[in-house]
C-alpha cells in the first residue's frame, strides 16, 4: 500500500480530528502552563531529599544542573512530536500512530484514571495540608480544601479556556516571584550560615537515588503536547515554549536550593521534613511561615489548574477513537474546552480524594500509585520517536532532534532507570495503579 506525502505540517493538520481546535494559546500562555504544572508542591520537599544523597554543597547545584539538562533532551524530543503531529491529544495521538490503538486506549485509561487524576488529587492533597494550617476544618480539613479546589478549578474550566487560561497566567506569575522573594530572603538574610561550602563533602553520596527526586520535581513539562493544536504559529512557538520554560524552571531550581544551602548549610537542609519551611522561620520567624504557606497554596493551585486544563485534552481525544467513551469527545466551540472530558476528569479525582482520605497519607498514596505508570508510557512516548522516524519518513518535520538517535536514546535510558526506581521504592498504591491500568484491557476487549 502507498504512503501519501505530506507537505507540510498544514497538510496533517488538515486530515485530523483537531482541526477544528483555534488557535487561542500564544507563547506567554503556554509557557506559563508549562512552568505552571512543573513548578508545584516537589520544590519545596524534595531538596532535602536530594541534599541528603549529594555528598557536598556543589553536588546539590549540579544535580539540580542535571536534571536541567535531562529535560531539555526530553523537551527536543517532544518538541520535534509536537510540531510534527500537533493534536489535541498529545501523546496519545503520538502512542496511537506509532504502536497501534490497543497500547493508545492503554495509556489514555492510564491516563484518564491513573496519571492526570493521581497528580490532581497530589497537588490538591499538599494545597489542602497547607491551607488547613491557615484555616483549619476539622479533622479531615485537608480532604475538604482538596475536594473543593479541584471542584473550583475544573468548574473554571468548564467555563471555558480563557478564563483557564487567564487563571494560569496570573497565578504562575504569583509563583514566580513569590518563590524570587525566597531566594532573595535566603540568600541575602542577615541569619543566613555561610556562603555555600563547595569542596567539602558533609553527608553521603548517592546521586541515583537523589536524580530520583530531581525529577520528580521537574515533571510535566510534557504536557505542553496536549495544547500542541491550540498555540499560534505552533511551527516556532512550541519550540520556543518547551525550552523557554525549562530554562526559566532550572534557572529558579538553581537559585531557590542555593538559598537553601546559604541561609541552612547542607546538613540542616538534608535533615529538614519541610526545608522551605525551615528556611523561612530562621529567617523571618512567624510572618515568614505565613507567606510559605499561602505560596505553596498558589503554587499548588497553578499545578492543579495547569494539569485539569491539559489532562481533559486527552480524554477528549479517547473520546473521539472508542465508542465506549464517545460522550468525551464533544469539544464546546464557544468555550474552547471539552466540557464533558473535564466532568469526567473531575468526578475521578474526588473519587481519588476519598481513597487517600481513607488511607489517612494522600500525598504518599498518590505519589505510590502514579509513579511507575508515568515513567512506563513516558519511555513509549519517546520510543514512539523512533518508530515514526523510520514509519513517517516522507512528513515533513519543522523541528528535528539534534544528534539524532543519540538525543533520544539517551532520554530513554533515563526513563528506563526511573521506571525501574519507581518499581523499587513505591508501596501498594503502585499496585493498585497498576491493576487499574490493567483494567482497562477487557474494557478494550468490549469496545472490539
Request: with cysteine.
Amino acid at each position: 500500500m502507498s504512503r501519501q506525502r505530506y507537505s507540510s505540517v498544514e497538510d496533517i493538520v488538515a486530515i485530523m480530528p483537531t482541526a477544528q481546535k483555534r488557535a487561542s494559546l500564544g507563547l506567554f500562555d503556554a509557557v506559563a502552563i508549562i512552568v505552571g504544572i512543573v513548578i508545584g508542591a516537589g520544590i519545596f520537599q524534595t531538596p532535602a531529599f536530594v541534599a541528603a544523597n549529594a555528598g557536598s554543597d556543589i553536588a546539590v547545584l549540579l544535580l539540580w544542573l542535571l536534571g536541567g539538562a535531562v529535560s531539555f533532551i526530553g523537551a527536543l524530543c517532544y518538541a520535534e512530536l509536537a510540531t510534527t503531529y500537533p493534536d489535541v491529544g498529545g501523546t496519545y495521538h503520538y502512542i496511537k500512530r506509532a504502536f497501534g490503538h490497543p497500547i493508545a486506549f492503554l495509556f489514555a485509561w492510564a491516563r484518564m484514571t491513573v496519571i492526570q487524576t493521581g497528580s490532581i488529587v497530589l497537588l490538591a492533597f499538599v494545597f489542602g495540608d497547607y491551607f488547613s494550617g491557615l484555616l483549619p476544618l476539622g479533622a479531615y480539613s485537608s480532604s475538604i480544601y482538596a475536594a473543593l479546589s479541584i471542584i473550583l478549578l475544573t468548574g473554571l474550566n468548564i467555563f471555558g479556556l480563557y478564563p483557564g487560561k487567564w487563571t494560569q497566567n496570573w497565578l504562575t506569575a504569583a509563583k514566580i516571584l513569590g518563590l524570587l522573594l525566597v531566594v532573595g530572603i535566603g540568600i541575602f538574610s542577615n541569619s543566613a550560615v555561610s556562603i555555600p561550602d563547595f569542596s567539602t563533602n558533609s553527608t553521603s553520596s548517592n546521586w541515583g537515588l537523589a536524580m530520583v527526586f530531581v525529577l520528580l520535581s521537574f515533571g510535566g513539562w510534557n504536557e505542553a503536547a496536549y495544547i500542541s493544536a491550540e498555540i499560534k504559529n505552533r511551527r516556532r512557538n512550541m519550540v520556543r515554549s518547551l525550552l523557554w520554560s525549562i530554562g526559566i524552571i532550572t534557572t529558579i531550581y538553581l537559585l531557590i536550593n542555593l538559598a537553601y544551602l546559604r541561609g541552612l548549610g547542607l546538613t540542616a537542609m538534608a535533615k529538614s521534613e519541610a526545608v522551605a519551611a525551615a528556611l523561612m522561620d530562621k529567617t523571618a520567624g512567624t510572618a515568614g511561615a505565613l507567606f510559605l504557606s499561602i505560596l505553596v497554596a498558589i503554587c499548588t493551585l497553578g499545578a492543579i489548574n495547569a494539569t485539569i486544563l491539559t489532562g481533559a485534552r486527552s480524554n477528549f481525544a479517547l473520546g473521539q477513537d472508542f465508542s465506549l467513551f464517545s460522550f468525551m469527545g464533544r469539544w464546546q466551540q464557544g468555550k474552547e474546552a471539552p466540557v464533558q472530558a473535564l466532568l469526567l476528569q473531575g468526578m475521578a479525582s474526588l473519587a481519588l480524594v476519598f481513597l487517600g482520605t481513607v488511607t489517612r497519607n494522600g500525598f504518599e498514596t498518590m505519589v505510590d500509585y502514579t509513579a511507575p505508570i508515568f515513567w512506563f508510557f513516558f519511555l513509549l512516548s519517546v520510543l514512539s520517536l523512533f518508530v515514526l522516524r523510520r514509519r513517517d519518513s516522507d512528513i515533513a518535520r519543522p523541528f528535528q532532534v539534534p544528534f539524532y538517535p543519540w538525543t533520544p536514546l539517551v532520554f530513554c535510558l533515563v526513563c528506563g532507570y526511573l521506571l525501574y526506581s519507581s518499581l523499587i521504592y513505591t508501596g501498594v498504591g503502585a499496585v493498585v495503579g497498576v491493576l487499574v491500568v490493567l483494567a482497562g484491557i477487557p474494557l478494550f476487549l468490549l469496545k472490539k
